[in-house]
């Protein structure tokens, strides 16, 4: 198997950065009109931006106002906004659903795209691969692409405005990756483009993690005053590059699995992706048996910045043994990363993982 690390072709993040976009697209080569498919509030926070610079550019763009979520609907839609508009690059704006839809859209056409998040509540901004859903939220499938995006914009002054939840959903995405990709590397299992792990891979997910545990306190204070701080900086390139990289050429495992089992809960619907995820890490390491002070560390993490420890934080207040057994098969169904563990996974033993952590956690809050 041969080592593999894959990236976008530019990342750009600082303070008003948005003003730079057309600029930077054309650095890159992307010129003629552009399609932004924007979340509504991601519209409302950066247009005013936008025309002052693709107006120092001389360029023009249209908008397609994001619909929601990232299904197969949504991109048709997509779709045939970009050939109405004959658009040349597709820009995507907003949180990683609308991102993940402008991705597919540019894929499926063959053109450049560009992704600006308004939030930093994933690491998909950096990603060659979209998660398609149902209409109603419920995970359907992953899009996997040829190429990486060609320029990935970030405005810290942007995020710094936004409602603290993303930032610190955007760490639970993030707290995962060295986790995931420490497993995926052990087992000599591929990362999501096929390949054998680099160290630079390894390096930059375990960076990512000492970050968070360094600068997630401080850039949760920062975000909530609203202001762009060395701390805020460092943590959204860590939620947005560092785990973007680090998944995506490190692998993942079993945190991403059962948030794509837990979405089928009902009650989690209303829970960010990377408030599941966070769960998600504990079960992973639950399962694997790591040590108590790495659970120890994790769990005091969660729990400093504001993420969820345990299924009552997710809005399951009693978990049943069905449904346990439904998250658990759909977190070891065919093609999910839980099978990049080292050993093979059973639903008897993810649903035992699931209840474990749960309880782990309700006693690490009780102390």
């Known amino acids: 198997m041969l080592n593999i690390f894959c990236a976008p072709a530019r990342y750009v993040q600082g303070r008003d950065a948005t003003r730079e976009l057309a600029h930077e697209m054309v650095r890159v080569g992307l010129t003629g009109r552009t399609l932004i498919i924007a979340g509504a509030s991601a519209r409302a926070n950066t247009e005013a931006m936008w025309r002052e610079s693709f107006g120092k550019q001389g360029t023009a763009f249209d908008v397609l106002e994001f619909g929601g979520e990232c299904s197969i609907a949504e991109i048709e839609r997509g779709k045939t906004e970009a050939r109405r508009t004959q ?96 497993t995926a590397h052990r087992a000599h299992k591929a990362n999501q483009v096929g390949g054998g792990s ?106 400093s910045v504001g993420l969820p420890v345990t299924l009552k934080e997710l809005g399951i207040e009693n978990l049943s043994l069905e449904q346990a057994r439904r998250i658990a098969e759909i977190a070891i169904a065919e093609g999910e990363t839980s099978h990049n563990e080292p050993f093979p996974l059973t639903w008897q033993m993810v649903k035992d993982a699931i209840f474990a952590a749960d309880q782990f956690g309700t006693a690490f809050i009780s102390k």
């Open 87 to 182: 658009a040349k690059s597709i820009v995507g704006a907003g949180g990683g659903k609308a991102l993940d839809t402008a991705r597919a859209v540019a894929s499926e056409l063959g053109l450049p795209v560009v992704c600006c998040p308004t939030i930093a509540a994933s690491d998909s901004p950096t990603s060659a691969l979209s998660v398609v859903y149902s209409q109603e939220g419920v995970f359907e499938k992953y899009l996997f692409y040829k190429r990486n995006p060609d320029l990935v914009l970030v405005d810290t002054s942007v995020i710094a405005r936004a409602p603290v939840r993303y930032l610190i959903a955007g760490m639970g995405d993030a707290l995962a990756t060295w986790f995931e990709a420490d």
């Open 198 to 303: 680099t160290l630079a891979a390894m390096a930059i997910a375990e960076l990512c993690y000492k970050t968070l545990l360094s600068d997630g306190v401080s850039a949760v204070a920062a975000a909530r005053a609203g202001a762009v701080t060395p701390s805020l900086e460092r943590i959204v390139e860590a939620n947005t590059l560092l785990s973007g990289l680090g998944f995506e050429s490190g692998g993942l495992a079993v945190a991403h699995s059962v948030h794509n089992g837990l979405s089928v809960a009902p009650e989690t619907h209303g829970c960010l992706h990377g408030e599941k995820v966070a769960f998600g890490t504990l079960v992973q390491l639950v399962l694997e048996g790591r040590e108590r002070h790495v659970l120890n560390e994790v769990m005091a993490f969660c729990r």
